[in-house]
């Protein structure tokens, strides 16, 4: 899996510190730092750039409101990947309650049966599969996102969404067998088995 | 199946791959920080605060001078008018009374005046810089008399005619 580099030299925790004394340039490097792995998650979220980076601005601006707060209780990146998490799902519902209709819409299209085949039908014909794994419920696609995105560990995942981590793994096969069925129900359709 | 696991996990790895973030990012954030709601806030909520308060004390400065307004008035009317039926209350009834009908010399303060029983009130003041005491009583027609000691007060009270005079 790709793992992007920061391009900082200090060290995480004198950026940190920096941060509480309000120092500026501790803020921007603490951007530099974690910027690509939060529009990343927030892209393959939302799939939208626009949406990402409204979400990645808001979550440095939560992030900067309360690095006070963090005493290092736990990891860092942990609770900067809550944070955006919890920005992302905070966003769905705010879209949510503006647009119910819409999203009723979208869960009959998300729901097992020949709407998602069709959808995932083109997402195979455009060569996507992250358009697949966008037809998935939120917290399924959000567990997807930081599996393969940021490349956690189950742990790290269970951490970050705050349940154990055998539902993290049986969420993860569930949504494998998922897809495993869509896109093969989707070659047998196409007449390719390239999946088997 | 194994096969088609190992596939879809490339796959999902290939097809959600961290990408860099746009370059204007931070200063689109930076822009947003500094028209962030949240500080506007921290200025809008002590001005409405201010106005309030303004707002609040102006509210009871009109209330105070609305009441010394109708005090001026009970008194500018004369006694028949300031006892003119229960409007005025049977607490302060006697004391707006002795205000109206006692002589202009004698000090009419609140403090120096006192109830006596439901219906008579004693005004102190000073006469010959030594303290005296005035009472006043009124009877069932909203007139009263005035007397320099209690006696002369029932004896008042019990033989002025329906103008407050002996």
């Not at chain 1, 979550?59 to 990146?77: I, P």
């Not at chain 1, 494998?176 to 896109?183: I, K, T, V």
Request: proline share 5%.
């Amino acid at each position: 899996m790709p793992v992007l580099q920061p391009a900082v030299d200090n060290t995480e925790d004198e950026i940190l510190e920096g941060c509480r004394r309000g120092d500026s340039e501790s803020f921007r490097a603490l951007f530099e730092l974690h910027k690509d792995k939060v529009y990343s998650v927030a892209l393959r979220f939302s799939g939208d750039p626009a949406a990402a980076e409204d979400i990645t601005q808001e979550t440095f601006l939560k992030l900067f409101e309360s690095v006070g707060s963090f005493r290092g209780g736990s990891k860092f990146q942990s609770w900067l990947y809550r944070l955006v998490v919890n920005v992302c799902f905070d966003r769905k519902r705010r879209e949510r309650r503006f647009l119910p209709a819409l999203d009723q819409f979208l869960d009959a299209l998300r729901a097992p049966g020949p709407g998602v085949l069709d959808e995932v039908m083109r997402a195979e014909q455009a060569g996507h599969v992250r358009t697949a794994v966008r037809a998935l419920p939120q917290e399924q696609r959000m567990v997807v996102v930081l599996r393969y995105t940021l490349g956690l560990s189950y742990e790290e995942i269970s951490e970050i969404l705050g349940c154990p981590k055998g539902t993290v793994a049986s969420r993860l096969n569930r949504i494998h067998q998922s897809l495993e069925r869509r896109l093969v129900a989707l070659a047998d359709r196409r007449g390719k088995r390239r999946f088997l | 199946m194994n096969s088609n696991r190992d596939w879809l996990d490339g796959e999902l790895s290939r097809q959600l791959a961290p990408v860099r973030a746009p370059g204007s990012l931070w200063a689109a954030m930076s822009d947003r920080r500094r028209r962030n709601p949240a500080q506007a806030a921290l200025v809008i909520w002590p001005l409405l605060s201010v106005l309030f308060l303004t707002a609040s004390a102006d509210l009871l400065w009109q209330a105070g001078r609305f009441g010394a307004g109708l005090r001026h008035l009970a008194q500018s009317a004369g006694p028949e008018h300031a006892m003119s039926g229960r409007r005025a209350g049977e607490q302060t009834a006697p004391v707006i009374w002795v205000k109206c009908s006692i002589p202009n010399d004698l000090p009419t303060q609140a403090g120096n005046i006192r109830r006596r029983g439901h219906w008579i009130a004693a005004v102190r003041y000073q006469r010959a810089a030594a303290p005296a005491m005035q009472l006043a009583a009124r009877n069932d027609a909203w007139s009263g008399a005035t007397a320099r000691s209690r006696t002369e007060l029932e004896c008042a009270s019990c033989h002025m005619d329906g103008h407050g005079q002996l």
